[in-house]
């Protein structure tokens, strides 16, 4: 496994390769942390930011010594970048804001000159999988903070392959818990959009996204 910085996207972030350092043990539990906290898990999300803030103790960090970072992202998303760091600051996490033009976002994004980079996005198909297969797996385009994971690669390839559902949701299920346990690319939240579609138009269940993300295999035109 190679490390990296983190980075964030529709409710995600991801982290930047950096070499290892005597602060790497630090690091680990800082990404650690960071997922546990942005997982809104219904009732359980107070034991969960009680259990992050364990870790940070237990790392040395606290109220006197909390861990300090920055937040780049583009200045269209300044709403979004505050609320992430006051999920970050309800644990003892103390984030920078860095709001920069998206031109120069993008840049510092794809050279990995980042500590966390901010930035929402829409899955571009029907897929669960294929939004890993932009973000999450070696040599993805978008896998900004350079990671590999040979576990998350294996099970990307073998659910493409599966054409069984019930076995490739669980080989899916799978994936997604390895790739939220490493906790490079955390997904913060998943927006609620609202489709529109002519009745004569069958066979389409749609998939909410701010991009069109259906590929109509099965779906038709009662009339012209």
């Not at 840049?107 to 932009?134: E, K, L, M, N, R």
Request: aromatic share 10%; hydrophobic share 40%; proline share 5%.
């Amino acid at each position: 496994m190679t490390s990296s910085r983190t980075s964030l996207g529709n409710g995600a972030a991801t982290a930047s390769t950096s070499a290892r350092s005597g602060a790497a043990a630090a690091v680990e539990r800082r990404r650690r942390v960071i997922v546990v906290v942005v997982i809104p898990i219904a009732d359980a999300v107070a034991i969960l930011v009680d259990e992050a803030k364990r870790l940070l103790k237990e790392a040395g960090y606290g109220p006197e010594s909390p861990i300090r970072t920055t937040i780049i992202f583009s200045n269209i998303f300044d709403s979004h970048a505050v609320v992430f760091s006051e999920l970050l600051k309800d644990i003892g996490i103390r984030a920078e804001l860095n709001s920069v033009l998206i031109a120069q976002h993008t840049q510092a994004t794809i050279q990995g000159t980042f500590d966390i980079s901010y930035h929402p996005a829409a899955p571009p198909i029907d897929d669960p999988a294929h939004y890993v297969g932009i973000w999450d797996v070696t040599g993805a385009p978008r896998n900004y903070g350079k990671w590999s994971i040979p576990e998350v690669d294996r099970l990307y390839r073998e659910q493409d392959r599966t054409i069984d559902p019930t076995r490739r949701a669980q080989l899916v299920r799978e994936l997604q818990l390895r790739i939220y346990e490493e906790a490079w690319n955390v997904r913060l939240v998943f927006a609620q959009t609202y489709g529109v579609w002519y009745p004569h138009l069958k066979g389409y269940t749609g998939y909410h996204s701010f991009d069109n993300t259906y590929r109509h295999e099965t779906s038709w035109l009662t009339r012209k």
